[in-house]
C-alpha cells in the first residue's frame, strides 16, 4: 500500500509541475501580448489586448496556485484530506484563487463586449453573476464547515502542527 501512495505522490508531483509550466507559458504569452501592444502605440486597441494579457494572468495565477496547492498539501504535508479542517483550508486556498480569476475574466469579457460587440455583454455578466454566486456558496460552506470543526477541535491542531513542514 505505500508503494500505490508513493506513485500517488509523484502523480501529484507532476501534475503540480505541468500546472505550473501552464502558468510560466500563460505569463510568457501575456507579456509578449503586452510587449507588442506597447510597440504598437498607445491606442484603444492597445488597451484591449492588455486587458486580454491580464485576463491571461488571472488564468496564470489560478494554474500557478493550483500547482502550489498540489505541492503543499499533496507532496510536502502528505495529508489526507478528509478532516473538515483539511478540506476547509484546501477548498478556502483553490476558491480564493478561482474567485478573484473568474471576476477578472468577468470584467476583461466586459470591457471586451463594451468595445467590441455590446451583444455580448449578457454573457460576461453571466460570468460575473456566477463569480458571486460562487462566493455566496464558499462562504454557506465555510460558515457549516466551522461548525463542523467546533466538534473535531483536535483535526484543527493536527491540521496546524502539519504546517511546520512548509516553513
Known amino acids: ?7 500517488f505522490q ?8 505541468l500546472f ?33 494579457a491580464v ?6 495565477v489560478v494554474a500557478l496556485q493550483i500547482a502550489e496547492t498540489i505541492v503543499e498539501e499533496e507532496v ?3 495529508a489526507d484530506i478528509s478532516a473538515p479542517t483539511r478540506v476547509r483550508r484546501f477548498l478556502s486556498r483553490f476558491f480564493v484563487v478561482v474567485i478573484v480569476a473568474l471576476a477578472i475574466e468577468g470584467l476583461v ?17 453571466s460570468i460575473l453573476l ?16 466551522r461548525k463542523v470543526e467546533e466538534l473535531e477541535p483536535e483535526a484543527m491542531e493536527e491540521a496546524k502542527s502539519e504546517d511546520h513542514k512548509l516553513k
Do not use: C
Not at 500500500?1 to 506513485?7: A, H, I, Q, R, S
Not at 509523484?10 to 509541475?17: S, Y
Not at 469579457?109 to 455578466?125: C, E, G, I, N
Open 55 to 60: 485576463g491571461l494572468l488571472a488564468a496564470a
Open 109 to 125: 469579457a466586459t470591457f471586451k463586449a463594451l468595445h467590441d460587440d455590446p451583444s455580448q455583454l449578457p454573457y460576461a455578466a
Open 10 to 17: 509523484w502523480v501529484h508531483g507532476l501534475m503540480a509541475l
Open 20 to 52: 505550473a509550466s501552464a502558468a510560466l507559458l500563460l505569463i510568457a504569452i501575456s507579456a509578449r501580448m503586452g510587449w507588442q501592444a506597447a510597440l504598437g502605440g498607445f491606442d484603444a486597441g492597445a488597451a484591449q489586448i492588455i486587458i486580454e
Open 1 to 7: 500500500m505505500k508503494t500505490v501512495l508513493k506513485v
Open 76 to 78: 510536502v504535508r502528505d
Open 130 to 145: 456566477a463569480t458571486a454566486f460562487l462566493l455566496a456558496a464558499w462562504g454557506v460552506f465555510v460558515y457549516f464547515n
